[in-house]
């Protein structure tokens, strides 16, 4: 996400989050400065509120079904939002065999090969911590493995969607150097 969906959800008066699962990969790095006081946690059998407590045995639908019928409509997160966001910069064209490539400059390459006929696989860490900063074209795939951090799965994936696609898609894969000595 941009800086400033960040900043709209990290000054928001409560956060209501159902069924997530936090983790490096969820959060991009634990990135956001999340405030547990403000926090309300829907999960599939409990309701965890800031710092007053728990409540179990409660089902995830019936919260929810409670919870639509209370909230009203409030769009000053997305006014904030329109007035904060700032598009994306261009990095530095890399043009001289002195300068650097940077990350940054590689994934604005990269967005700029992007189209329906491409095929993304990102492997776990930082290859997908930067894909999910891609903007997809439409038809445009994107796999990646974030549940278990399994470091290597990118490289027997990419050969399996390759052989897939049988040549309907360029393959873009985002792997790093750690995931081909564990593959």
Same mark, same amino acid.
């Given at each position: 996400s941009s800086p400033s969906v960040c900043e709209t959800v990290e000054a928001a008066d409560a956060y209501i989050f159902v069924g997530r699962r936090? $983790?490096?990969?969820t959060t991009t790095g634990y990135s956001l400065l999340l405030h547990d006081h403000k926090m309300i946690e829907i999960r599939e059998r409990e309701v965890v509120i #800031? $710092?007053? #407590?728990a409540f =179990?045995?409660?089902n995830? $639908?019936?919260v929810l079904e409670a919870v639509a019928k209370k909230v009203k409509k409030n769009n000053a997160s997305f006014v904030n939002f329109q007035r904060m966001f700032v598009p994306m910069a261009a990095p530095?064209?890399?043009n001289h065999p002195d300068m650097k490539l940077t990350t940054n400059a590689m994934f604005y =390459?990269?967005?700029r090969m992007l189209s329906s006929d491409t095929a993304i696989v990102a492997e776990t860490g930082d290859s997908w911590f930067n894909g999910q900063k891609l903007k997809l074209p439409e038809g445009c795939s994107y796999e990646c493995q974030?549940?278990?951090g399994s470091i290597g799965w990118s490289v027997g994936a990419s050969l399996g969607m390759a052989c897939a696609?049988? #040549?309907q898609k360029r393959m873009i894969s985002l792997i790093g150097d750690g995931s081909f000595q564990v593959t």
């Open positions: 936090i $983790n490096d990969y #800031g $710092n007053i #407590g =179990h045995c409660v995830m $639908n019936d530095l064209q890399v =390459h990269i967005q974030m549940q278990f696609l049988k #040549g």
